[in-house]
């Protein structure tokens, strides 16, 4: 799925009433599975497309992004393998990601 397609289902949802957050790559460092520029796109429920991660830490994104639809406030997530928190969610690509979690309003 491209990020366009990404956008175009989280347009869709918005349309059909759904409250939704967009998680989007900001920035990588070393070996990260996901370039710059990839979307997830999470609904209050947990339902999801798109990728941040290649799977290995999208459990965790999309916690943070319903979340973020609660609390109506973006955030940003950092995941890589020094952190504690990286291996227990998976990340052990041997790089780190950075990740902009935002509600769509």
């Given at each position: 799925?491209?990020?366009?397609?990404?956008?175009e289902v989280a347009e869709?949802?918005?349309?059909?009433g759904r409250k939704v957050?967009?998680?989007?790559?900001?920035?990588?460092?070393?070996?990260?599975?996901?370039?710059?520029?990839?979307?997830?796109?999470?609904?209050?429920?947990?339902?999801?497309?798109?990728?941040?991660?290649?799977?290995?830490?999208?459990?965790?994104?999309?916690?943070?992004?319903?979340?973020?639809?609660?609390?109506?406030?973006?955030?940003?997530?950092?995941?890589?393998?020094?952190?504690?928190?990286?291996?227990?969610?998976?990340?052990?690509?041997?790089?780190?990601?950075?990740?902009?979690?935002?509600?769509?309003?």
């Amino acid at each position: 799925m491209t990020a366009h397609d990404v956008l175009e289902v989280a347009e869709g949802w918005r349309r059909a009433g759904r409250k939704v957050a967009l998680a989007t790559v900001i920035e990588t460092w070393g070996s990260a599975p996901r370039p710059v520029g990839s979307h997830l796109v999470v609904d209050d429920e947990g339902n999801f497309e798109g990728s941040v991660s290649g799977g290995c830490v999208e459990g965790a994104v999309v916690t943070e992004a319903i979340e973020a639809i609660a609390e109506k406030k973006p955030r940003i997530l950092e995941f890589g393998v020094a952190d504690e928190t990286a291996w227990r969610v998976g990340l052990s690509c041997g790089g780190r990601i950075r990740i902009h979690v935002e509600p769509v309003e």
